[in-house]
Nanobody
Framework: QVQLVESGGGLVQAGGSLRLSCALS????????MGWFRQAPGKEREFVAA????????YYADSVKGRFTISKDNARNSAYLQMNSLKPEDTAVYYC?????????????????????WGQGTQVTVSS
């Protein structure tokens, strides 16, 4: 049984930083693309960042490029999202997701339906 558990969310002032963690259990990272998505109240779930199952490529939404960094630690079976220069519009529930051998085209990696497993989400609130 694959499980994803996010942690690290919280309340931060604009301009601050947070680091989200996603622990994968039941599988190793091998063969899995890992992505971060977010959903604000009344809005659709949107792509934030991901790395390909081969680990060689990272993807970012334009809105977070240059501020957020996705990474992973294979030994800990964990993925991370370092979020710097946070803005109030970054406020959302953040979800990590895993997809087995997900296609590596940008259009596939950014689509929620491309991922098989999802965490429960962690709230990030950025105050102005």
């Amino acid at each position: 049984q694959v499980q994803l558990v996010e942690s690290g969310g919280g309340l931060v002032q604009a301009g601050g930083s947070l680091r989200l963690s996603c622990a994968l259990s039941g599988r190793t990272f091998s063969g899995y693309a890992m992505g971060w998505f977010r959903q604000a109240p009344g809005k659709e779930r949107e792509f934030v960042a991901a790395f390909s199952w081969s680990g060689g490529t990272t993807y970012y939404a334009d809105s977070v490029k240059g501020r957020f960094t996705i990474s992973k630690d294979n030994a800990r079976n964990s993925a991370y999202l370092q979020m710097n220069s946070l803005k109030p519009e970054d406020t959302a529930v953040y979800y990590c997701a895993a997809g087995f051998r997900t296609g590596q085209a940008m259009g596939i990696m950014t689509r929620p339906g491309s991922y098989n497993y999802w965490g429960q989400g962690t709230q990030v609130t950025v105050s102005s």
